[in-house]
């Protein structure tokens, strides 16, 4: 065990005692303490403090493992039986429940031997359900992300503690959809606003590319002004200013067919930021009134990508109001994928993917043990 700059070894020489009673069925026993259990090489307080600092002290279980002079087995296993306990412990009640997707790795390619062409051979997810608004931080993480599995997790939870569940963020997926309808009937899905702004981002982008290679017959260049625009068109208008503005405006205009088209698939994008920019107490006729804005300048245009836009938030709109009227979102989602892909540059990428889960998962209920502890040390 570490103490000052160098390490201490403790050696204990223990009696081994033997029964002469000849039917004795044991014959022999050594001495044992309790910081010291029988047949263990190491004691209850290094066993802990490895654990420990295999947990919150280090990067990973090697470093912890190479600071308390054992072998990597052996960190492992003393950080499974430090995090184990409260990882295992019964679920807090929640209200509001985030899920989003994780890759586990990167994904590997085949290429087909017939047509030449590169296709995802093995492409690993975990889903990952979190307290989004509250500090209980990771509750689960899944293998996969189809909604069977999403949906036995839930159904595998007491009734009372699904009951307590009124809202669920999720990111326009259509599986983790289906599993909140099946397992919690009676909580609301939400869509994250994130993710809505980055969709029209995604039109926009599409219609960009589309309007040059149908007036120019080619990918765009430098000297194309929607091209040159492309950044600053993904920006919001508040985020501009007015010369820069103005100046991009007069050259998409100058460019003919393809600045308008874009031009209109930028105020499309806008006016769909100016209805999630909503408040949640605002009233529900100005929502509608800037639903009917929104519809009203996709149908005035004949661009089939503003059009797929619009489908898509008419057939998202319960989940689209819900996220205007609660004010909630997948952020805390976000930041723990953030905070797993950290942990596995950290370790170098994991083989077994229950071992990434478990480390996952305590990092990112960090929070939550941090405060249980504080009030647990408050005088009753």
């Keep these: 065990m570490p103490y000052g700059p160098d390490p201490v070894r403790l050696v204990w020489h223990k009696s081994r005692w033997r029964c002469r009673e000849p039917l004795c069925e044991r014959g022999s026993f050594t001495e044992s303490l309790p910081q010291v259990p029988t047949r263990c090489r190491l004691t209850t307080r290094l066993y802990e403090q490895v654990g420990a600092g295999a947990a919150d002290g280090y990067a990973c279980v090697l470093a912890a493992a190479d600071a308390h002079g054992v072998s ?89 503690w699904k009951q307590q569940v009124t809202h669920v963020t999720i990111d326009l997926s259509a599986s983790y959809a289906k599993a909140v309808r099946d397992a919690l009937p009676c909580a609301v899905i939400v869509a994250d606003k994130f993710h809505l702004v980055a969709l029209g981002n995604q039109m926009l982008t599409e219609v960009r590319q589309h309007a040059t290679r149908a007036a120019r017959g080619r990918r765009g260049r430098k000297k194309d002004p929607e091209w040159a625009a492309r950044r600053r068109l993904l920006l919001g208008y508040e985020r501009h200013t007015t010369e820069g503005f103005t100046r991009m405006w007069n050259a998409l205009l100058d460019a003919g067919d393809p600045g308008e088209e874009v031009l ?58 819900a996220a205007i009227t609660t004010g909630y979102s997948n952020a805390r989602s976000e930041g723990y994928n953030r905070l797993a892909k950290h942990v596995g540059r950290n370790a170098f990428g994991f083989r077994n993917p229950a071992n990434q889960r478990r480390r996952i998962r305590w990092v990112c209920t960090r929070q939550h043990r941090r405060l249980s502890a504080r009030k647990t040390a408050l005088p009753g």
């Design 264 to 321: 209109h698939a930028y105020i499309v994008k806008e006016q769909l930021r100016r209805l999630l920019a909503l408040p949640p107490n605002t009233d529900r006729e100005l929502i509608r009134h800037r639903l009917w804005q929104f519809y009203q300048l996709a149908a005035d245009c004949q661009i089939p990508e503003v059009h797929r836009l619009a489908e898509t938030i008419e057939t998202w709109w319960p989940a689209v109001e």
């Design 72 to 160: 990597w087995p052996v960190a492992h296993a003393a950080f499974i039986a430090h995090v184990t306990p409260a990882l295992a412990a019964d679920l807090p009640a929640v209200a509001v429940l985030g899920i989003d997707e994780t890759r586990r790795g990167k994904p590997i390619w085949e290429q087909d031997s017939v047509t030449g062409r590169w296709r995802v051979l093995h492409d690993r997810w975990h889903t990952g359900i979190v307290d989004a608004a509250g500090t209980a931080g990771l509750l689960a993480h899944i293998d996969g992300r189809t909604a069977s599995a999403v949906t036995e997790w839930l159904q595998g939870q007491p009734d009372s």
